[in-house]
Nanobody, 118 residues
Framework: QVQLVECGGGLVQAGGSLRLSCAASGRTFSSYAMGWFRQAAGMEREFVAAISWIGGMTYYADFVKGRFTISRDNAKNTLYLQMSSLKPEDTAVYYC???????????WGHGTQVTVSS
């Protein structure tokens, strides 16, 4: 298993930036593909971005392309999400996840709240 703890959320004005971090412990972090998801109030959880085991490949939802960047530091067992040009519709709880062998998110953090004011 792997344990995930997110931090870095907060309140920011539209157009601002935030960097989320996800610290991993337990099994070898570098053996997992990782992802970020988000869930707005009253909405289903949705995919935001993902990154391969050593960071060579990244994937983004269309609504964050060009604004968000996912990265990882395997030496620090940490996943990042750099968010810029934030919009009020980016307001949500952001979760990091570790993908299992079926390439489905098997492990989840508890989330960090991001609120973007207009």
């Amino acid at each position: 298993q792997v344990q995930l703890v997110e931090c870095g959320g907060g309140l920011v004005q539209a157009g601002g930036s935030l960097r989320l971090s996800c610290a991993a412990s337990g099994r070898t972090f570098s053996s997992y593909a990782m992802g970020w998801f988000r869930q707005a109030a009253g909405m289903e959880r949705e995919f935001v971005a993902a990154i391969s085991w050593i960071g060579g490949m990244t994937y983004y939802a269309d609504f964050v392309k060009g604004r968000f960047t996912i990265s990882r530091d395997n030496a620090k067992n940490t996943l990042y999400l750099q968010m810029s040009s934030l919009k009020p519709e980016d307001t949500a709880v952001y979760y990091c996840a570790a993908y299992g062998p079926r390439l489905l998110p098997d492990y989840w953090g508890h989330g960090t709240q991001v609120t973007v004011s207009s």
